[in-house]
């Protein structure tokens, strides 16, 4: 439930802070006042599209801060939780608007994005625009409601995934049967080139080069490997390691000495041993036999086999083996690819599940209308409309335009008139028709979602009706406010009197005009009552006029 709105250089609105009613809200002030402010600042909580054309003239930036409350509201409980959000009772939306047209948001004081704000403002509030009559005119509104009304979701939403299915797996199958040719001819492709790559599968290309190098320079290196040797421990000329012994033998007499020279000795100790080992692996490289011929040549056919492959395939030679691996699982796929026929089987499955779900929802469909209808009826009887007739007609539709709602156009015909078949609204709901059906569909389904949604605001719920029609729509309105939040913009002095309470929106003309929003106590609620029937000049009778009125809504009804 919205609790209050806080409203910061906003347009007309200087700063506001406007609280509401749990029951029934109406709004109401002369054309231009700023009525539809108060609905901007909510739809900027909710997470709708920011405009800088809603900051204030020589402002910087618009504020508007939403106060709700969330107890025991399981749903919005639910969202904190998926959105890993620390949940209160309270809860506090923030929405900034710079006068660039970027904006921020924040949900209980922490940064939230747009798309978080809009989820969680669909649960929060449903806004029902006065165009709603225009929307009847669409098929797909007519079914929504219609569903909506019957209490229909399940059934909607299995009939939903089961086309969704069907889709895919016929997408498959069409895509399966249309590249059947192209698949052989891939796969024989990709094997060809698995066929030319498996001699170098497993084989580092780097070591084969390098081994390659070392044996064509063998003869060499052997020759360097001796003439180390011999620098390192030669008896008849100064070696290494003589010059080292006699080092060595120098530290050894003074070790007892210095501490330096025992620590020199040890280190010369551990060098001697090294390069007895450097000896050692220098004698046996120089002792070894020549190269094999076999095994260059082996080495050299690889190292040719990579360089030709690798230009065939536009590659460098080393990624000839990672590419192996993609064309290896490309084939697996194309292998492991259910035949057409197999996937024909499926497709055919996925149609017959789709069909009984579709049925299934139909049926549904077709027992609700008639009681849906009954309801629809009574409602426009209130509103002046006593011969009002309402029927829904249900056409399956051909094979290829079945979709995710159904097998069948859905129609809702209407007649006003006795003796007068139904038609399409289009054709026979005048402008006063259409609206006031579309205000008893919008109530009537409010009725169902009020669980869901706890707060509903109608823009300019009057439109096309007046006089007694628009009492009876007050009293509806009102009737629906004792267990749901209502907003309502209107003209109709009948509509307002029924609110549980009243905003007055009004201009006030200083150095800057400036909207400004006042709660109506009972003696202000009549005079803004007056204005709204009488116009300018307010007479006695005009208030006893609205005195009764607001006397005969309160009053207890049998």
């Keep these: 439930m919205l609790?209050?709105?806080?409203?910061?250089?906003?347009?007309?609105?200087?700063?506001?802070?406007?609280?509401?009613?749990?029951?029934?809200?109406?709004?109401?002030?002369?054309?231009?006042?700023?009525?539809?402010?108060?609905?901007?600042?909510?739809?900027?909580?909710?997470?709708?599209?920011?405009?800088?054309?809603?900051?204030?003239?020589?402002?910087?930036?618009?504020?508007?801060?939403?106060?709700?409350?969330?107890?025991?509201?399981?749903?919005?409980?639910?969202?904190?939780?998926?959105?890993?959000?620390?949940?209160?009772?309270?809860?506090?939306?923030?929405?900034?608007?710079?006068?660039?047209?970027?904006?921020?948001?924040?949900?209980?004081?922490?940064?939230?994005?747009?798309?978080?704000?809009?989820?969680?403002?669909?649960?929060?509030?449903?806004?029902?625009?006065?165009?709603?009559?225009?929307?009847?005119?669409?098929?797909?509104?007519?079914?929504?409601?219609?569903?909506?009304?019957?209490?229909?979701?399940?059934?909607?939403?299995?009939?939903?995934?089961?086309?969704?299915?069907?889709?895919?797996?016929?997408?498959?199958?069409?895509?399966?049967?249309?590249?059947?040719?192209?698949?052989?001819?891939?796969?024989?492709?990709?094997?060809?080139?698995?066929?030319?790559?498996?001699?170098?599968?497993?084989?580092?290309?780097?070591?084969?080069?390098?081994?390659?190098?070392?044996?064509?320079?063998?003869?060499?290196?052997?020759?360097?490997?001796?003439?180390?040797?011999?620098?390192?421990?030669?008896?008849?000329?100064?070696?290494?390691?003589?010059?080292?012994?006699?080092?060595?033998?120098?530290?050894?007499?003074?070790?007892?000495?210095?501490?330096?020279?025992?620590?020199?000795?040890?280190?010369?100790?551990?060098?001697?041993?090294?390069?007895?080992?450097?000896?050692?692996?220098?004698?046996?490289?120089?002792?070894?036999?020549?190269?094999?011929?076999?095994?260059?040549?082996?080495?050299?056919?690889?190292?040719?086999?990579?360089?030709?492959?690798?230009?065939?395939?536009?590659?460098?030679?080393?990624?000839?083996?990672?590419?192996a691996k993609n064309w290896q699982d490309e084939l697996d796929r194309l292998e492991n690819m259910p035949d057409g026929d197999t996937l024909d089987k499926e497709v055919l499955q996925a149609y017959e599940q789709y069909v009984a779900c579709a049925n299934k929802l139909n049926t549904a469909r077709q027992t609700a209308a008639p009681v849906v209808c009954q309801q629809l009826q009574q409602e426009l009887v209130k509103l002046a409309l006593p011969n009002a007739h309402c029927e829904f007609v249900f056409v399956k539709k051909p094979q290829e335009q079945y979709s995710t709602h159904g097998m069948y156009d859905i129609s809702l015909l209407f007649s006003a008139n006795v003796g007068m078949p139904a038609q399409p609204l289009h054709k026979v709901a005048s402008g006063g028709e259409l609206s006031r059906m579309a205000l008893v569909m919008q109530v009537l389904v409010a009725g169902k979602e009020n669980v869901a949604c706890p707060t509903l605001v109608f823009d300019e719920v009057d439109v096309g009706i007046s006089g007694a029609t628009a009492q009876v729509v007050g009293e509806l309105l009102r009737s629906l406010g004792a267990h749901q939040q209502l907003l309502a913009i209107t003209h109709q002095a009948q509509v307002a009197a029924a609110a549980h309470r009243h905003l007055l929106v009004y201009k006030e003309h200083g150095e800057k005009t400036t909207s400004q929003i006042s709660v109506l106590d009972d003696d202000t609620k009549l005079t803004e009552l007056a204005r709204m029937s009488g116009g300018v000049n307010i007479t006695d009778a005009t208030l006893a006029h609205v005195k009764s009125l607001v006397d005969d809504i309160n009053k207890p009804k049998t």
């Design 3 to 323: 609790i209050s709105l806080t409203l910061n250089n906003l347009a007309l609105i200087d700063r506001h802070e406007v609280s509401f009613d749990g029951g029934f809200n109406v709004i109401t002030g002369e054309t231009g006042a700023g009525k539809s402010l108060i609905l901007d600042a909510l739809s900027l909580c909710v997470g709708e599209r920011a405009d800088a054309g809603l900051v204030r003239h020589g402002a910087n930036e618009a504020d508007v801060f939403g106060e709700f409350d969330v107890t025991d509201n399981a749903v919005v409980q639910a969202w904190f939780a998926q959105h890993e959000r620390e949940f209160d009772d309270t809860l506090l939306i923030r929405r900034k608007v710079g006068a660039n047209g970027r904006s921020k948001s924040w949900i209980n004081g922490v940064p939230a994005s747009i798309s978080e704000l809009k989820s969680l403002g669909h649960i929060l509030v449903n806004i029902h625009s006065q165009h709603a009559g225009l929307a009847l005119l669409k098929p797909q509104f007519v079914v929504d409601w219609l569903d909506s009304m019957g209490g229909l979701t399940t059934q909607k939403q299995a009939t939903k995934d089961s086309h969704h299915h069907w889709q895919i797996l016929k997408k498959q199958a069409d895509e399966t049967h249309a590249m059947s040719a192209q698949r052989a001819d891939r796969m024989a492709l990709l094997s060809s080139k698995l066929s030319d790559v498996e001699p170098l599968l497993g084989v580092d290309l780097d070591e084969i080069e390098s081994e390659y190098d070392e044996l064509s320079n063998l003869e060499n290196l052997m020759q360097d490997a001796v003439s180390a040797v011999v620098a390192l421990d030669n008896d008849d000329v100064p070696s290494v390691r003589n010059l080292l012994a006699k080092a060595m033998k120098i530290c050894d007499n003074h070790a007892d000495t210095s501490r330096v020279f025992d620590e020199c000795s040890q280190a010369l100790m551990i060098a001697s041993e090294q390069i007895d080992d450097v000896i050692s692996r220098l004698s046996d490289y120089a002792e070894q036999s020549l190269p094999d011929e076999a095994r260059l040549d082996e080495l050299n056919t690889l190292m040719g086999l990579s360089h030709r492959l690798a230009k065939k395939y536009q590659l460098l030679p080393n990624e000839l083996s990672d590419e």
